[in-house]
């Protein structure tokens, strides 16, 4: 009886995840975002889905790049458009990454496989900075869930590196703004009691990878979370403090898993964003210019 309520609250805690991958209003019609392939893995193209703002200036912008969520399985980048987007509006190079998930890319190994691809996403950016009028310097990652799993381990993962990247460029972003982050997968995490079966926990649990070298990180998640647990949001921000890293913790009262998605409360969605604007300003990753969306 007890292994088939684990499984049944398995399955609810993957639906949740599933719902969270949908989080954003979609960009105005006749705005689009520049595809561009970024990495192909296993036989499968990996894309960067850019929105570009217009821009009174030749310096570079910042840029910010979102990982949708989905539990590792499922999801897709569109998701993210809305969030992208809105940066760019304020003048970021807005982006929505394409990773590899488990239903849309068969053979997919979870979240391994994903934390590569987030890498990869990372240098590419880095390497083509110019190309995108992208300042090396100012990259953000960010993500929802599972997404922002990937995002935040970019930052703390040294593993999981695809063999065609050149580890010599840094993955590790500017920042991180992360959305109801499953980023504890060990004992007690999510995915801990299948992850094991795959490998070394530790190898892919970003909460046990803190170090002094990640960037000034901002969390925000619902006090009624069944996912994301408030204690492991708190735990992590403790440990970032001791490695001396700048943290921020934005509670939202009330609210569960994917607080912040469009279809939930729109106060909230509005909200999330003006947290997350008012943490990169203070983080000094900001247009210097005024820029709009094309």
């Known amino acids: 009886m007890a292994r088939q309520w684990r499984l049944v609250l398995g399955l609810l805690s993957l639906a949740m995840l599933i719902l969270a991958a949908v989080a954003a209003p979609k960009p105005p019609k006749g705005v689009t975002p ?17 929105f570009k703002p217009k821009t009174s200036s030749s310096r570079p912008a910042p840029a910010i790049l979102f990982f949708h969520g989905g539990g590792w399985r499922t999801g897709i980048p569109d998701s993210l458009f809305g969030m992208a987007h809105h940066f760019s509006t304020k003048g970021f190079v807005g982006i929505s990454a394409e990773y590899r998930v488990r239903n849309n890319h068969p053979g997919t190994k979870i979240p391994w496989d994903p934390i590569e691809d987030g890498k990869s996403a990372m240098r590419y950016l880095r390497k083509n900075a110019k190309k995108l009028g992208i300042d090396p310097n100012k990259i953000v990652a960010g993500g929802a869930s599972a997404g922002g799993h990937v995002a935040a381990a970019t930052a703390t993962i040294d593993g999981s ?45 970003p909460i046990d990878n803190i170090d002094s070298d990640m960037p000034p990180t901002l969390v925000q998640v619902g006090t009624k979370d ?38 939930k409360p729109k106060p909230d969605y509005s909200t999330s964003l003006r947290y997350t604007e008012r943490f990169l300003k203070k983080q000094g990753i900001w247009p210097t210019s005024r820029r709009g969306c094309r």
Request: aromatic share 14%; glycine share 10%; proline share 3%.
């Open 161 to 205: 590196n695809a063999r065609t990247d050149d580890t010599s460029i840094s993955a590790m972003p500017n920042a991180l703004v992360l959305l109801n982050p499953v980023y504890d997968t060990g004992p007690g995490g999510y995915g801990y009691g299948w992850i094991k079966k795959l490998g070394d926990y530790r190898e892919v649990s």
């Open 34 to 50: 520049e595809k561009i392939q970024y990495k192909s893995a296993n036989g499968h193209d990996l894309h960067l889905y850019v």
């Open 226 to 263: 069944a996912i994301v647990f408030v204690k492991t949001v708190k735990r992590f921000q403790k440990l970032q403090r001791q490695a001396g890293v700048y943290s921020e913790l934005r509670l939202f009262q009330g609210r569960r898993h994917g607080f912040f998605n469009y279809n």
